[in-house]
C-alpha cells in the first residue's frame, strides 16, 4: 500500500468501507498506519495474503506481474469481486472499465465472474459493497 495514496482515495469514495493495506517495507508500514489511521494496515507479502472475505483490491504492481495477480484475483476474489489496477492492464483480458483523468495514470478495474461463469468482465453491477 505504500504511503497510503489508493487507500486515502478509496475512503474519500467509500468512507464507510472497511479498508486494509498490505506493505513489505516496515518503514512504510509505519508511515502508513500513522497517515492511515483508520484503515487496518498489515506488514507482510501482498503474495502471501489472502484475498478471501475482500470484495475489492486495489493493486499497483509491475506489468509483468499482472497475470499473476489476476490468477490470485480469480482464486480468492467471490464472483462479482473485483480487481483495480492502478497504470497496468492484465493482458487479454477485458476491463469492466479502464479510467484516466486528463494527466493522470490509468485506473483498469476488473469484476470476477459470477460462479460458474467461465468469461472475465462484462458485467454491469453496480460499486463493490466495501
Partial sequence: CGLGHGLQALRALWPQAELHGVEWSPLLALATRWRCRWARITRGDLWAQDWRGFDLVYAFQ???????????????????????????????????????????RPLWVYRMPAAGDGAAGGSTAGPPSR
Fill in 62 to 104: 509491475r506489468p509483468e506481474s499482472m497475470a499473476r495477480l489476476w490468477a490470485k484475483a480469480l482464486a480468492e476474489l467471490p464472483p462479482g469481486g473485483w480487481l483495480v489496477s492502478l497504470e497496468f492492464e492484465v493482458p487479454g483480458v477485458a476491463p469492466q472499465a479502464r479510467l484516466q483523468a486528463p494527466g493522470q
